[in-house]
Each structure stands twice: as structure tokens, then as C-alpha cells.
């Protein structure tokens, strides 16, 4: 080999490496980070896009490690869910995303709070019966929770995830299809999913403005969506041109930058009181 290559062979390796490294040292950090509350959820307003209220939250999950510094979820829940971590993680998700409506309630504000489910969440067989419980535990209602899937998630096994599905929604709670769109499924394929809401994704959105395509496909999705009597949500609104041509759409409910950023518990409570609409 010239020295180039060697070099690049080495440079390749070396690259390997501490990416391989960085996710062990992640997989090593992982259950204390989850026993010892080193996890934290930031919360993203959602915005009724014809009137331009706040009309709930999605809880997003945030880990700061001493050591390897910020650890962005795309990063961290992929290797959860290959672990298998990913159970505990969601269900610490769920209990502090509750214990914030709860005390959110308390203070007077009411919103429908949204957590995001993995495949294995849904393969386990208590997983409606630990939401009833916890949501009893704090009086709160079923139908103010919704519960985010994607499809990928639910087509892991789709006999297990429907039946799960089935339950939650028997108790009450609202079910969102995430990211839609990124998948090879289509919505007829879908419709024996107990769904509530259908996540356009934000590839197809943020594109709105100045993509002909993408304004076709999401008309056409929300048309058939609303057919199918699912509510519709836009994620990734970060301008008001898009905002606006949703509204023209019919889009029943808005998620994105241009309203706001995910935020902590307290700033969420600022932004309310200072900058929502
Ligand atoms: P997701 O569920 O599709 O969440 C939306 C992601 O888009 C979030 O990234 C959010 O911060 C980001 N986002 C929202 N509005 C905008 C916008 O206007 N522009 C842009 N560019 N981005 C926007 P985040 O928080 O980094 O989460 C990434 C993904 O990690 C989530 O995608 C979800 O798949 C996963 N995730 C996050 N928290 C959890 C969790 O508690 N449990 C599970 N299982 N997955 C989670
Ligand atoms: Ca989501
Ligand atoms: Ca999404
Ligand atoms: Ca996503």
C-alpha cells in the first residue's frame, strides 16, 4: 500500500473506532443515566393551525453526560433499542412527562401531552396496563395522552402492535402515526391501525414553500387523511409561509421551530406566558 493509503486505511479505522467507542461508552452510561434521573424532557408546543393556540406538547427526550457532553436522542434511542434499555427509558419518559401534566394541571395549564413509543414498547404485554396505572395514580385523563409510533414500529410485529394499540386506545388514549410518509407503507395499508392522527413529516413541509411536489403530496395526504377521520399534524413548520398554506390545506395542527424549539418545563411556562400566540 502507498503511504496515502495506509494513512487513509488508518484514518478510516481510527474514525470506526471511536465512533465504535463513543457508542459502547453510551451503552455503558445508559442505566445509571436512566436510575439516576440524568435524563430530562424538553417539551415542544403544538399549535392549532387555524387558530394559532397552543393545543399541546410533545415530550422529547435530552441527555447531558459529564463525559461525552450532549447526546442527541437519534443518537442514544437507536442503540436503546438495540439493548433493549429502550423499555425503561420510555417508561421513565412516560412517568415524567405525566408528573409534568399533572403538576402543569395544577397550575392551570390544560394540554394534550404527546411521548414517543418504540417497537419493543409495544411488543410488551403490560405496556397499556403500566399507562393505566400511572395515569390513574395522577387522576389524569386517558384522552389528554397521546401516544407517537412510527411505522416502522408498529410493522416490527404488526399483529402485537395492533392489539397494543387496541388497548390503549380502549382506554382512551389518542395514537399518532409519526414521520409519516418516510415509510414504504400506504395509508390503505394503515387504515386497520386504530389511529387517531396521521404526523406528516417534516421532509414533505419544509419544502412547502417552493416545492410544487410536495405541496401535491401533502394536499393529498391531508385530503385522504380527513377521510379517513384522522386529524392531521405538520411537523417541521419553520416558517409562516408554511403555516399559512397548511392553513389553506385544512391541516388540523402545527408543530415546528417557527412557533418554538423543544423547551424545558420552566421556559415551556415563559413561552406560554410570554410569547404564544
Ligand atoms: P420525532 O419524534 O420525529 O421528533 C421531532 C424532532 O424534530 C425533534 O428532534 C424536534 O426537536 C425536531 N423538530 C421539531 N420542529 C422542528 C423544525 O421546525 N425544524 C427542524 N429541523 N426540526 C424540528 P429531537 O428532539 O432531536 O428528536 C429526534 C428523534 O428522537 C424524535 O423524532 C424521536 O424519533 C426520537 N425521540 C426523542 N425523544 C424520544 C423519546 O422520549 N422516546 C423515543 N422512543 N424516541 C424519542
Ligand atoms: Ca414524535
Ligand atoms: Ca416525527
Ligand atoms: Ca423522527
Known sequence: LARSEKQLLA??????????????????ALPDAIVNRKLQLHYQPKMDCGTGQVNGAEALIRW??????????????????????ILRVTRWVCQAALDQQQYWLEQGIDIQMAVNLSALDLQADD???????????????????????TESAVMADLEKAQKRLKELRELGCKIALDDY?????SLAQLKHLPLDKLKLDQSFIRGLDSDANDRIIVQ??????????????????EEQAAWRLLRQMGCDTLQGYYFSRPLAAVEFEQWLKNEAP
Open 220 to 237: 393529498s395526504t391531508l385530503s385522504l387523511a380527513h377521510e379517513l377521520k384522522l386529524q392531521t399534524v405538520a411537523e417541521g413548520v
Open 64 to 85: 447531558q453526560h459529564e463525559q461525552l457532553g450532549v447526546i442527541r436522542p437519534d443518537e442514544f434511542i437507536p442503540l436503546a433499542e438495540q439493548s433493549g434499555d
Open 127 to 149: 405496556f397499556a396496563e403500566f399507562i393505566a396505572t400511572e395515569l390513574r395514580a395522577r387522576h389524569l385523563s386517558p384522552t389528554k395522552l397521546t401516544l407517537e409510533v
Open 11 to 28: 484514518d478510516y479505522q481510527q474514525g470506526s473506532d471511536e465512533s465504535y467507542l463513543r457508542r459502547l461508552q453510551i451503552l455503558q
Open 181 to 185: 410518509g418516510t415509510g414504504y407503507a
